[in-house]
């Protein structure tokens, strides 16, 4: 029988306030995408989110999609859920999205009140849940008007599947039109997901903007830009790696100029006294408009070390200063 550590909400600082709402949310936060699937080892993950628990991360993100096969992360997590965590259901965050392709036919992608609402009925049944704390639009649909895609979202909420709505990769602008519908619907955006890391820092020049002006929290995705901004890839490609696997990482994004940037990042995290990870997660939410950085996981330990960024969080400008330069 698991039994959570009484110490878990014992780390200091550890919980931000997502935009002007009223919920708070760990600094880190773990993702499902990888690692949690049906061709994975269901211990292994059952293991990270065990631990990811005791250390006081309460919020777990999923989406229809996960997997694979698509669909069995959210079952995974239901089964996990299930087995440990069902006692402390209102100490948890679980979010799910729906937006990628899910099923055949012209219902199962994008922004459709039919699919969205669909969807979201499947994911409570693999999940094997009344409600889902965030439910998202994964990704905007040039198609369908953003009202009806916005409406779907409020009715979620409204019909007790969701408490709160999120969005994810939209744009600035898209973004204020979506957060306006919202509003109006009674229902305001809770957070935004962007991708956003030390080589992909696409969110500051507007969107961080958006987002503190409409009061939205704001949770990267992929903050270790899928584990090249750990120590993982240093010395070649592991077998057990990511990038090994021919998926969203290709070997062939590894070149010699970016191994180059990474050795030199880790060396400057060294004189930090953290791990790259470490330092990459810091970097993450050094803006107070960032509410979490969204990981992932393969191993328990890599978890622990993550966790550890929250030890060393501040930077001195000459060492932003240092990132940049490296960066170019
Ligand atoms: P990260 O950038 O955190 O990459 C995670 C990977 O990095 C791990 O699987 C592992 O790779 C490696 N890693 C993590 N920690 C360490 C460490 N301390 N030392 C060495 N290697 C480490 O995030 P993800 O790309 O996994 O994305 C995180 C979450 O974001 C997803 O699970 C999902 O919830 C969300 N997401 C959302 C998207 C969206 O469109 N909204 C898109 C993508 C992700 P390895 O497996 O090789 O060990």
């Known amino acids: 029988m698991y039994s959570p ?3 878990r909400y014992d780390t200091p600082f550890i919980y931000r306030r997502c935009g002007r709402s009223g919920l708070q949310l760990p600094l880190i936060s773990l993702g499902l995408w990888h690692n949690f699937g049906g061709v994975d080892v269901y211990e292994n ?5 065990r631990r990811a628990f005791d250390l006081g991360i309460t919020h777990f993100d999923l989406a229809n999609n996960y997997g694979p096969p698509p669909g069995s992360a959210e079952e995974n997590f239901g089964k996990i859920f299930h087995a440990d965590l069902i006692a402390h259901r209102d100490e948890l965050i679980v979010s799910t999205k729906a937006g990628y392709h899910m099923w055949a036919g012209p219902y199962g992608e994008w922004g459709s009140r039919k699919y969205l609402l669909s969807s979201l009925d499947q994911s409570l049944k693999r999940l094997q849940l009344d409600y889902v704390d965030i439910f998202y639009h994964h990704r905007p649909d040039p198609n369908t008007p953003l009202e009806e895609s916005m409406g779907a979202l409020a009715h979620a909420v ?10 994810s990769n939209y744009k600035p602008e898209e973004t204020a039109r979506a957060a306006k519908i919202l509003r109006d619907l009674g229902t305001p955006a809770l957070i935004h997901q962007p991708r956003y890391s030390m080589l992909d820092r696409w969110i500051e020049p507007a969107l ?3 987002l503190a002006a409409e009061g939205i929290g704001c949770i990267p995705f992929s903050p270790l830009a899928q584990g090249l901004l750990t120590n993982r890839y240093l ?15 290709k ?3 590894i070149t010699p100029e970016l191994l180059a940037k990474i050795q030199k990042l880790d060396a400057l995290a060294q004189t930090r006294g953290q791990s790259l990870a470490q330092m990459a997660l810091a970097w993450t939410v050094r803006d107070p408009r960032v509410t979490t950085a969204l990981i992932g996981a393969s191993k328990v330990a890599q978890l622990e070390d993550n966790f550890a960024a929250l ?18």
């Open 45 to 49: 993950g059952r293991a990270i989110v």
């Open 235 to 249: 010395h070649g490609i592991p077998e057990d790696a990511r990038a090994a696997k021919n998926g969203f990482l």
């Open 208 to 210: 961080l903007d958006v």
């Open 251 to 253: 070997a062939e994004r």
């Open 311 to 328: 030890q060393t969080l501040d930077f001195a400008s000459d060492e932003l200063a240092r990132i940049d330069a490296i960066l170019g």
């Open 158 to 167: 409204r019909s007790g599947k969701a408490l709160y709505v999120g969005l």
């Open 5 to 7: 550590a009484p110490t």
